[in-house]
């Protein structure tokens, strides 16, 4: 039983273009997500968090939304660039004893941004 | 500061052999976790290390084990490999503190023939 889902394994941006990523959770226990970002052969990359007791957080082009009722958080860049091309991954955590290394992943998505 | 650093980056092992991966952690990180990346499967959780105590297990057969040393090192290991267990498995390690991300190393990629 998936607890994060991301039901768009690929996505297909123009260049300058804003691209939403999306994510589903079912655990109403997470209280901490993340968004990563991921090249072959490489480790994931962090990009942006959002704690449960936020809606929204921005850094630079990257800004993550979190609807708790809706138990959905997305990813938005904006504007997109060729080198955002890479396998975008969603986490999340029911952090305890102070500590996040528990990280639930979704299946990610590919994004493709086209010049 | 440097990263997460796993060693080695590239293993090719026999079915039935045993191999054991290496992790260290970001300079005073003390919490490391281990993933196992599948095509299939995605990113799937192992184990938590915190201060050599393993705080958290994933739905893996005991077949995948760890241990952590009093510098924040880990180790995984896997015995008796199967086919199955050719995968890329991550290292990350995280600061104190709750609501702090994950950082990982570039993992190893391991091959079962």
């Known amino acids: 039983d998936q607890q994060v889902k991301q039901n768009s394994p690929s996505l297909s941006v123009q260049e300058g273009r804003i691209s939403i990523l999306n994510c589903d959770y079912t655990n109403s226990m997470f209280d901490y997500f993340l968004w990563y970002k991921k090249y072959p052969a490489e480790g994931p990359t962090f990009l942006i968090s959002i704690s449960s007791i936020k809606d929204k957080n921005e850094d630079g082009r990257f800004t993550v939304f979190l609807n708790k009722s809706a138990k959905h958080l997305s990813l938005h860049i904006v504007p997109s660039q060729p080198g955002d091309s890479a396998v975008y991954f969603c986490?999340?955590?029911?952090?305890?004893?102070?500590?996040?290394?528990?990280?639930?992943f979704g299946k990610g998505t590919k994004l493709s941004v086209k010049p | 500061k440097a990263g997460v650093t796993q060693t080695p980056r590239y293993l090719i092992k026999t079915r039935g052999q045993q191999v054991t991966l290496s992790c260290s952690p970001i300079s005073g990180h003390r919490s490391v976790s281990w993933y196992q990346q599948t095509p299939g499967q995605g990113l799937q959780f192992l184990f938590e290390y915190f201060s050599e105590t393993q705080r958290n297990k994933g739905n893996f057969p005991g077949r995948f084990s760890g241990r952590q040393f009093s510098n924040s090192r880990s180790e995984m290991n896997v015995s008796t490999l199967e086919l199955g267990d050719s995968a890329l498995y991550l290292c990350a390690s995280t600061s104190r503190g709750t609501n702090t991300e994950a950082f990982f190393g570039q993992g190893t990629r391991l091959t079962v023939v």
């Open positions: 986490a999340a955590s029911a952090g305890y004893g102070g500590s996040q290394g528990n990280l639930i």
